[in-house]
């Protein structure tokens, strides 16, 4: 062997011999790993009832969609095993094969099968507007125009929406964020999925909402795979078999109590559909020239009531009246004891309603709201490190402004805050930074910022790899900005580092 391998020809032979091996085993080992894995991971998103939903007594997710997959890997000899995500990020899941299947109440549309496979259709439905109760000048889809719509990211609703002229669209996570915007009356309508939103209002006790016209569309549903998987003929068997068992329509009347409509083998959608042209300089539009600002303005704005309100209550933590230190230190621990993202949903969707449960009539915009929350949370912060900051400075300095006749107001002012101050900047930096990340989270109250717009792209163009790298250089771009600005003015307001440098010291 030895002889064979010092030899020219003799390495081509065993290299050649080699790569035929490695061809042969790796065109074996797809063959081996065809075989469905156990147990078999079936995304779903359980805020979508009657379809799926978290049963509150026992925990466990339910409804009729589960019902059906689990009916389906018994006959397809599957152990399914739910796997609860979001709905924009169930598709980037089966791209990634995270999960195998996702069942979710997902319209089966011609852009989402050029990034998944899709069963044959198992459920026809069709989307609905809904309005308050006592709403009359809505009653069709023409009657949307320059109309508040809130949609669920992602949806087909979402898509129905953008076509309404003049409408000011709001996105939102789930359908019940979405609902409960109509419901504190800061949207005029909703674009949801009929059977989803009738579930709402007549079992889930939706109050003051109903809905109004005809469908608006007709839809079907259809169970996700990854493009290309090798399950989906198992999952169209397992579905066909309960078709023809009658176990379908047992299935079906026990969440409708309806019998169920006749399903096509392949939905109508996909044999019409024209693609969407992908462009990088649409997304970059999106994230920079509509994204950026609005993170911008959020951050600082919020980090300047912040300081305000972080400054307020560094002082009463550290004056000498018991009652107030306590009602700060109150404030200081639950801000930052509970996650802010708690908090926006307190302030925006909370609030409102608990109001409007007292009889009074109440609504908050977004952009207060956001603000709000944001600086609250960050005042929170923001006052710990002053406080620091100021009992860091030599208690001396505070009796020698005595003595001279100094008022306490003028000490803190001229003597103590400034050089506070300078101690303070590299915690107030890293704040400032930690702000901009942290205004990602008002994209759960619909806030279109650099988070949300990378999140709308990804609904449509299902790119989340490179869409989400995208947003996190820009995220990365921005806070090294800000590094690089709180550092300058730390510089700037060392006034013996700045002499030093010039050699005057």
Known sequence: MIKIWRSRRGRTLLLGLLGWMLAIGFSVIP???QSPPNPFKVATEATFPPFEFQNNKTGQIEGFDVDLIKAIGEKAGLTIELVNLPFDGIIP???????????????????RARAIDFSRPYFKAGLAIAVQENNDTIKSFEDLK?????????????????KVPGA??????????????????????????????????????LKGVKIVGQLLTEEYYGIALAKNSPYVQLINDGLAKLIESGQYDVIYRKWFAAKPPELPLVAPSLESGTENAFSWRQVFYNLIVLGVPVTLILTSLSF????????LVAIALISPYNWLRLLCRIYVDFFRGTPMLVQLFIIYFGLPNLIKEIGLSFTIDRLPAAILALSLNVAAYLAEIMRGGIQSVDKGQWEACESLGMSPLQTMKDVIFPQAFRRMLPPLGNEFITLIKDTSLAAVIGFEELFRQGQLIVATTY????IYIAVALIYLILTTLSSFGFKWLEQYMDPIGRAAKKGKV
Do not use: C, H, W
């Open 168 to 205: 000011k669209i709001t996105t939102f996570d789930n359908a019940v964020l979405a609902l409960q915007e109509l419901v504190n009356g800061n949207v005029d309508a909703v674009v949801n999925d009929g059977p989803v939103t009738l579930y709402a209002i007549k079992d889930a006790g």
């Open 304 to 311: 300047f009531f912040g300081l305000i309100g972080g400054t």
């Open 93 to 111: 899941a089966l791209q990634s094969g995270s999960v195998q299947a996702a069942i979710s109440g997902m319209t089966i549309t011609p852009e």
């Open 146 to 162: 320059d109309k508040r719509i809130a949609v669920q990211i992602g949806t087909t609703g979402a898509a129905e929406a953008k």
């Open 463 to 466: 790119k989340a790899f490179e």
């Open 31 to 33: 063959a081996f790993s």
